[in-house]
């Protein structure tokens, strides 16, 4: 990867589709949520119950006001890492068209109710950190130790390594680095 620009959610395995609609069928019977440009369904460090699964439209991802990624896949499962990590969203979401939902408002229930709707949400999020770290090992091949890369192989061996204790969203750097 080359982009420096947002990581799209949208970067899916082939069967991709076949995961999104199904997880579209499970999500029938949840209420669907229509979004008009600019409003926000999750703010950074806000509550964490809910889960939105995209049905149509666009969504913007930003952490700490930067955009981090975008949202257009239908089927692509929003809010999901904090329920299941239990701790407060860790970045704000908002339409960037007319977008519909469906809403989870008990995700962890969502998520407890059907076996394939887990299994479903561990596909996306185990694609999602292979993307990552395919990033940040081409980083590392592409600028080898160029300042602010130093730090790729620590990262990439503490995501291969995170089995315990239990992951907190954030930053483990300094807050405010000497740039």
Avoid: C, F, N
Wanted: proline share 6%.
């Amino acid at each position: 990867m080359s982009s420096s620009g947002p990581i799209s959610q949208d970067a899916h395995r082939d069967d991709a589709h076949d995961d999104s609609d199904e997880l579209l069928a499970l999500a029938a019977d949840l209420p669907l949520i229509d979004l008009a440009p600019g409003e926000v369904i999750i703010r950074e460090d806000g509550d964490a119950s809910s889960i939105w699964i995209l049905v149509s439209g666009s969504l913007r991802v930003t952490k700490g006001g930067i955009e981090v990624s975008a949202v257009t896949h239908p089927g692509s499962v929003i809010g999901e890492m904090a329920v299941l990590l239990g701790a407060s969203s860790t970045a704000t979401v908002e339409a960037v068209e007319p977008s519909v939902l469906r809403h989870a408002a008990d995700g962890a229930a969502w998520l407890d109710s059907d076996a394939r709707i887990t299994r479903l949400v561990a596909t996306g999020l185990a694609g999602r950190l292979a993307a990552i770290t395919t990033y940040l090992s081409d980083l590392k091949h592409q600028y080898g130790d160029a300042p602010g890369l130093a730090m790729v192989p620590d990262v990439l061996r503490q995501i291969g390594q995170r089995q315990a204790p239990r992951a907190v969203p954030g930053s483990a750097r300094d807050p405010d680095p000497q740039y």
